[in-house]
Each structure stands twice: as C-alpha cells, then as structure tokens.
C-alpha cells in the first residue's frame, strides 16, 4: 500500500497542495493558479483537487496531512505582537477548514514552519548531508534558522526570533520605497544596481550582526510590531526623507537605499553562513525562505562564501513549505527520508502541476473559433514556426507541458523573445509585462553552452542565483545594469521540447538563449490553465501563442476577438475544477 502525504500551506500569503506518494513528489501547486487571485492565502482547495486527481487518488487514499507550520505557537507569537485591529486570531482555524473545506476526517500534522523550509531545501537537495539555512520574515517565533540535515532527520543548532528578521527588515525598506510587502521585494532587489551604497552606515544601524548566528534590528525604526505601518519616523530620519508614496517619483536616493540594503543583506548573510559552514564542517548548504529568493545573494554566497555547493528550493517561500511539511511527515511515518524524483536524485524541475493533454488543447482551440496552426506530430515544424517569429523580433506566449510550482516561469508558462535585441526589454516591461522598466529579465540558456555566455560553472535550472555575463554577444534584453544576469540552464533530459527549442533557434540565429519571462501580464498570477493563457494573450501584447501544437498568430485574427476571448472566459467554468474545464468548457460555444 502507497503511502499517500498531503502537504498543505495556507492562510498567509501564497497557499499551496502538495501530494507526495511513498516519498515522490507527484504534484505541487499553488492555489493562485486555479482561483486567479494573485499570492491567494486561502485554503487551497484546487490545488488539494488538482494533487487528488494528478495522483490519481481519492481522499479516503490519502494517509496523513501536514500543515506547514504550528498554528498554537504562532497564535502565541501574535498574541505577544499584539492583534492589528481587525484581526482575526483563532489558532483553529486551519484544522477546522481542512476538516470544513476539504472533507478531511483523518490525521493531521503540523509541522514548525522553519522546520518545513528546512525539509523543503534540505530532502530536495538530493546532498546526503548538507548545512541547512532558512531566512524569512517570521514563522511562528524563528526568522531564521541554522541547522544540519543527515539521511531522514535534519537538526536545528541555532535560531534568530522575531521581531528580529531579516526578512522584515527587507519588507519595511520595500515598504518605505513605496512598494508592497511581500510583493516588491523583487523589485527592490532589481532597483538596486542602479544606486550607490552611500547609505549602508545607516542600514548597519538598522541591522547589527551579533555573536554566531544572531543579528538584531533597531526596533526604534520599526512599527511591524504593532504598527499599521512597517516603519517608524525614526526610519525617515535616518535615511533622510519620507517615504516614497507609491507610484510616485523614483529618485536616486531611492535607489541608494535599495543598494545600501541589499549591500548589508548580502554581509549579514556571507558572514551567517560562514558561521554556518564553521559550526557544521559541511561543504554543501541547502537554503529556504522567502529571503532564498534573493538571487543576488544566493550568487555571493555561492562565489564568495566558504560551501561549495548550493540547492535553493525554487519554491523558497512559504508556498514550499507544503513540500517540506509533507516530507517531514514522510519521514516520521516511514523513518526514511523522501525521494524527489524517484531516482534519489535531486529535484531537477518543477513542472508538478496541471497539464493538459493535446486532444484537450485541441478542443479548446476548436471551441474558441479562432485561426490557428496545427502543428500536431509536427513537433519540429513547430518549432521552427516558432523560430521564425522569435527572429523577427515578436514576444511569443509558450504553453507547453505541466505548470511550474513556485515563483518563476521556466518553460512551460513563459513568454519568450530574442535576448540580443535592443528595444525587446522596453517593450516587453511597457507592452506585454506593463512593470516597471527598471526590471531586468531574466534568460533561459542551453545548459551546454551557458559557460560561454555567464560566469557560471555548474546548472541553474530555476533561476535562483545572478552571475556575470560573459557572452561574446551582446544580449541587452537580459543584462542588468551592472552586467549580471539571472540566467535558466536548460537541460534537453529534463525539459525536452523546450530545449529543442533554444536549439532550433540557436541552430538559425547562433544564439542559444532567450528571454524567458512569466505568461502573465502585471498583478495576475502566472496562466495556470490554456484558458489563462488565451486570456493574457488577448489581454497583453504578445505577437503569438503557442499552446501545446498549436500556433495563433495575433496578426491573423478576426476584430473583436479579444472582447471575444474576454466575455468567453466569463462565461467558462470556474478555474478551480480541471476537469470540469476538460468537460464543460467547450459546451458553450
Ligand atoms: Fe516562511
């Protein structure tokens, strides 16, 4: 008998189901996927469906659920706090929602939250043993933890407690520079190589490194902790100026304090994993939590700290959690400790969510009327089709395969376009991403030839370190000011159709990259389902679509079709039920 391991994270920023199958994970998605609201916190009930029917299981197969994190302890921690006005505190809540909203009678384990991002870097590593580091805004009481994971069982050696976070810190500055919590970290991040660290004085102030693993903020400057807002005055004086409101001008002085903070992040975190490595003798480091996602950091830690290797879970924050939760709960239940991909190995993707099968695809496009091409058991034409469009300078929609769990688009709901062009980031950030221009995006790379093109030695499959660009070509849709890039290697064992791609189109242009950049336009989630992605393709201004076989050009269609495509997916059922997209969605038209 299987042994069948629901995770779950929910209930505070980006809810998340995992199903992990006698220790292979066998689906992961997040809820913002199906429901469309974008970092959705509630229970994630179609993600929870969507793993059922991916495993091919019922509830009453399902053994045990493991909830990411304790909610009595947190409740404890909010109480301390204080409770912001309005809030509402009930420690109950998510066992009694997955007993309301999912049906589910059976056990359920919580698990500590620090403990399930330690699980969900740690058991996907594929390390036999490794130093574990996990840095987020909060848990229950750990903003960061410094641990060792060995075979099924991973050891907490030191911990840093709220309110002290580095996480939090990161926020309240992201906050400060007018953008939102939680959201804008990338954004920040992106910001500052275009500052100078004239300010890291007064971010050392902010942030003092302590003895071993500890560090403490200048709780003077901070109002997280029963605020409305993330900072106090004392902030303003000590950066000298308000706050940028949001959306309002972007001085120089904002993007210093952006280089300044990231200039101290990235100190704080070389010398705590130094003492890491110390502590522990180990030469490997696996990492989690939202602040893993700072991909400049991860590149220093990796080039200038002491580990010689680094696994980052992709699903670094608390999204992942659910991975963790569910493989610590593998662990207990079986002593063993979970296989990623069945071969031992480690994670090598995260495509782990839905897929739809060419003949739905096929119906779908049927069913919206629309001219498109038809490249079925013409995979090679495809991709030439494709190439052509690539090469004369159009962002083409690419919908291929399972969807990928976590934050970033890596072949399989990416819009793509030729890195080497000049205008392609302006017109990609104003036409089809509608963000902010300073943004950099990011490159997918044929993993064979990325040593030629980046400063790196070793695969990055998911995007979650920067390094210099080396290339002899000129690539300006994907260097950021300071000459780095956050590139994707792509492996042809592991994401076939899409490497075949940045073949054909290096095999005509001799460029064996792309820009590969999330299928969403600003403030939605990334397309989940064909659905989604015909909806962006009507709604943003990407030249062409493929979905799975099938080719639209968006010069080739009928006036009205957008308005078309716009009232059809009103009148389509609700995204959370796959199958009932497969069953119902076409009876309309
Ligand atoms: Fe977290």
């Known amino acids: 008998m299987a042994v069948n391991i629901l995770g ?57 659920v493991a909830y990411y994190e304790d909610p009595v302890r947190k409740h ?67 903003t960061t933890t410094y641990g060792t994971g060995r075979g099924a069982h991973i050891e907490r050696l030191a911990e840093v407690e709220f309110p002290h976070s580095l996480g939090l810190l990161y926020s309240t500055i992201t906050s400060w520079l007018g953008f939102a919590v939680n959201d804008g970290e990338y954004k920040v991040m992106g910001l500052a190589p275009y500052g100078e660290p004239r300010l890291v004085d007064a971010m ?53 304090v952006a280089r300044s903070l990231q200039v101290v992040l990235e100190e704080i975190l070389l010398e705590k994993t130094a003492w ?3 502590q522990t003798g180990l030469p490997d480091l696996c990492m989690a939590g939202g602040v893993a996602l700072n991909v400049v950091a991860n590149g220093r830690i990796l080039r200038e700290g002491p580990f010689k290797r680094l696994f980052v879970q992709p699903a670094a924050g608390d999204s992942g959690g659910c991975l963790g939760a569910a493989a610590l709960a593998h662990a207990e239940l079986t002593g063993e400790r979970p296989l990623v991909t069945g071969d031992g190995g480690a994670m090598r993707h995260a495509f782990l969510g839905p897929r739809w099968s060419p003949a739905e695809v096929a119906r779908l496009v049927a069913a919206t009327g629309l001219p498109a091409l038809d490249f079925r058991g013409r995979t090679e034409e495809l991709l030439e089709a494709v190439v052509d469009r690539l090469a004369r300078g159009e962002v083409v929609g690419w919908f291929h395969g399972a969807l990928e769990m976590g934050p970033r688009a890596l072949g399989a709901r990416s819009l793509l376009a030729d890195p080497r062009l000049p205008g392609m980031r302006d017109r990609l950030n104003l036409l089809v991403k509608k963000r902010e221009a300073f943004r950099p995006f990011a490159p997918s790379v044929l993993a064979a030839h990325a040593g030629a093109h980046f400063d790196l030695d070793h695969p990055s499959p998911f995007m979650l370190e920067t390094c210099a660009v080396t290339s002899p070509l000129d690539l300006p849709a994907v260097t950021h000011v300071d000459g780095s890039a956050r590139p994707q290697t792509v492996d042809p064992a592991v994401a076939p159709r899409y490497a075949a791609l940045l073949e054909a189109f290096r095999r005509r242009t001799g460029c064996p990259l792309l820009v590969n950049t999330s299928f969403n336009v600003a403030g939605e989630p990334i397309a989940g389902s064909p659905v989604d992605a015909l909806f962006t393709f009507g709604t943003s201004g990407v030249d062409a679509l493929v979905l799975e076989d099938f080719l639209l050009d968006r010069g080739g269609l009928p006036d009205g079709w957008a308005e078309r495509l716009a009232a059809w997916r009103l009148r389509a059922v609700p995204a959370d039920r796959r199958s009932a997209i497969s069953e119902e969605l076409y009876t309309f038209v």
């Open 276 to 278: 890491l490595h110390a």
């Open 8 to 64: 779950l994270s929910a209930f505070f920023h980006e809810s998340a189901c995992c199903l992990l199958r006698d220790g292979v994970l066998v689906a992961a998605a997040e809820e913002e996927r199906f429901s469309r609201v974008k970092h959705d916190p509630r229970l994630p009930v179609a993600a929870f469906r969507f793993c059922l029917e991916a495993g091919g299981i019922g509830i009453t197969d399902v053994d045990c």
């Open 204 to 256: 050392r102030k902010l942030v003092t490194s302590g003895p071993g693993g500890d560090f403490r903020l200048d709780l003077d400057c901070f109002d997280f902790i029963r605020g409305e807002r993330m900072f106090s005055p004392r902030l303003s004086a000590l950066l000298g100026a308000g706050p940028r409101p949001r959306g309002g001008e972007m001085t120089q002085l904002h993007m210093d």
């Open 76 to 142: 404890s921690r909010q109480l301390w706090a204080g409770a912001p006005a309005g809030a509402q505190l009930d420690p109950e809540r998510p066992e009694r929602a997955i007993r309301e909203l999912l049906g589910w009678e059976g056990p359920i384990r919580f698990y500590d939250h620090h403990a399930s991002h330690a699980a969900s870097a740690f058991f996907w590593s594929g390390f036999p043993e490794a130093a574990v580091l996990t840095v987020d805004g909060v848990g229950e009481w750990a």
